[in-house]
């Protein structure tokens, strides 16, 4: 056990406290566990801190798999229903879904983003369509062509 602010290893079991922690429904009906969680002291820093929970994140009130659950239900239909649905309020939803949303996107960062834009050329008489990978910040240019195939065409090339 390490104290999570420097590291140091000279802790001293200071108490535990009774978390309540929503998991997963069972048969239809939310389930609460009550988790026993020991609290350490730091010997150096003083800092009193909490074991961590292998299922639940840090400073959450629902395990990982019931928040998992509830991102992927929320692809589907709206905040509101679930919130309805799992007896939770619409903020608590709404943080989850952003929350893992937010995770997902930061382990797997996209590979490529463009930008479309329109460019008027000859003085406006007549516009042609830039695309720019925004990432490598090459210009593809697809000329007077607006159209799906244009653009992949030139993004291809
Ligand atoms: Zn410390």
Redesign the pocket.
């Known amino acids: 056990m390490h104290?999570p602010?420097?590291g140091?290893s000279h802790v001293k079991s200071h108490d535990q406290r009774l978390r309540r922690v929503r998991d997963l429904d069972a048969l239809d009906k939310p389930l609460y566990l009550m988790i026993h969680v020991r609290r350490y002291r730091?010997l150096?820093?003083?800092?009193v801190f909490s074991e961590s929970l292998p299922s639940v994140p840090h400073h959450k009130h629902q395990t990982h798999r019931l928040r998992e659950a509830i991102y992927l239900r929320c692809q589907d239909t709206t905040i509101s229903s679930i919130s309805r649905q799992m007896r939770m309020s619409y903020k608590t939803v709404e943080r989850i879904y952003y929350d893992i949303a937010g995770k997902k996107l930061s382990d797997t960062p996209p590979s490529s983003v463009v930008g479309i834009d329109e460019i008027a050329v000859r003085k406006g008489h007549r516009y042609e369509t830039v695309i720019t990978d925004i990432l490598t910040g090459k210009v593809h240019r697809m000329g007077a062509n607006r159209d799906t195939e244009a653009a992949r065409s030139s993004l291809s090339a």
């Open positions: 104290c602010l420097y140091f730091c150096d820093c003083g800092e």
